[in-house]
T-cell receptor
Framework: GAVVSQHPSWVICKSGTSVKIECRSL??????MFWYRQFPKQSLMLMAT?????????EQGVEKDKFLINHASLTLSTLTVTSAHPEDSSFYIC????????????FGPGTRLTVT | AQSVTQPDIHITVSEGASLELRCNYS??????LFWYVQSPGQGLQLLLK??????LVQGIKGFEAEFKRSQSSFNLRKPSVHWSDAAEYFC?????????FGTGTRLQVFP
């Protein structure tokens, strides 16, 4: 149980275009989903927290207009990187929160974004 | 400030040897502590977690960790490492709505 999927697993896009990444909780409903960014050989940095039906809460330094997050249902959150540039190339990981006595985060496999 | 420190960036061990990965944290309240493993191209898999109670926590794949409040540490251990344990290991501290990750320790296992 508690499986989280991401699609696509790898995407290449041209500079200036937008790309959407989906995060789905497959076997549970997640009130809260999180989006992280991981640079090579570095830790995960929380970008934003999204609650179903509400606007996402972005961490300091994360551009809201560049990284659009939509959490339309209890099983789906999307991250859209708008007007992508090479510096947006990174590994994006989502997680979904499940309450089992206490809230725990279950992580998706990640999406590798390369902007050329 | 809340933070997690993993002092060892890279550790190399021989298969069958014991392993200890260090994790120190700074957190204002009682922490929830986690260890995750990330294999190349994979998402994070939870190895074990500590919320309260017994300070020695057993996890999957034969891993255990000990919470030492006086030392603000949550070190991960395994008595005998297998080649398949080669991966990146992350310690994290947090609460219900936010996790703070360490920078990770890359484990390399030699046959």
């Amino acid at each position: 149980g508690a499986v989280v999927s991401q699609h696509p697993s790898w995407v290449i896009c041209k500079s200036g275009t937008s790309v959407k990444i989906e995060c789905r909780s497959l076997d549970f409903q997640a009130t809260t989903m999180f989006w992280y960014r991981q640079f090579p050989k570095q830790s995960l940095m929380l970008m934003a927290t999204s609650n179903e039906g509400s606007k996402a809460t972005y961490e300091q330094g994360v551009e809201k207009d560049k990284f659009l997050i939509n959490h339309a249902s209890l099983t789906l959150s999307t991250l859209t990187v708008t007007s992508a540039h090479p510096e947006d190339s990174s590994f994006y990981i989502c997680s979904a929160s499940l309450f089992d006595g206490l809230y725990e985060q279950y992580f998706g496999p990640g999406t590798r974004l390369t902007v050329t | 400030a809340q933070s997690v420190t993993q002092p060892d960036i890279h550790i190399t061990v021989s298969e069958g040897a014991s392993l200890e990965l260090r994790c120190n944290y700074s957190y204002g309240a009682t922490p929830y502590l986690f260890w995750y493993v990330q294999s190349p191209g994979q998402g994070l898999q939870l190895l074990l977690k500590y919320f309260s109670g017994d300070t020695l926590v057993q996890g999957i794949k034969g891993f255990e960790a000990e919470f030492k409040r006086s030392q603000s540490s949550f070190n991960l251990r395994k008595p005998s490492v297998h080649w398949s344990d080669a991966a990146e290991y992350f310690c994290a501290v947090g609460n219900t709505d936010k996790l703070i990750f360490g920078t990770g320790t890359r484990l390399q296992v030699f046959p």
